[in-house]
């Protein structure tokens, strides 16, 4: 059975800083690439980091560009997000995702963590 379980989440102040964690359990870790989403009320999910399956290559959506940072640790099955300059438009759940490809695609999403930025 595949688990991700995001942690880390909370509220912080604007300016402030925040670091998420998303372990996996039940698949070959090092064979997905990661990525995480966040998703406001009435809003699409929206992709906001990538990271490849062996950490070589990351890519992040412009609204987090130079503030967020995406990394991996295969040992631990973990994949993290700094978040740095948070803003309140940062609000929403975050969800972290694991992707790849074997014959058809396979994805697995986490059940979500809040991220309130507010004074």
């Known amino acids: 059975q595949v688990q991700l379980v995001e942690s880390g989440g909370g509220l912080v102040q604007p300016g402030g800083s925040l670091s998420l964690s998303c372990v996996a359990s039940g698949l070959a870790f090092s064979r997905y690439a990661m990525s995480w989403y966040r998703q406001t009320p009435g809003k699409e999910r929206e992709l906001i980091a990538a990271i490849s399956d062996a950490g070589s290559l990351t890519n992040y959506a412009d609204s987090v560009k130079a503030r967020f940072t995406i990394s991996r640790d ?39 963590t809040q991220v309130t930025v507010s004074s």
């Open 74 to 112: 295969n040992a631990k099955n973990t994949v993290y997000l700094q978040m740095n300059s948070l803003q309140p438009e940062d609000t929403a759940i975050y969800y972290c995702n694991a992707k790849t490809y074997a014959v058809r695609w396979f994805t697995y999403w986490g059940q979500g």
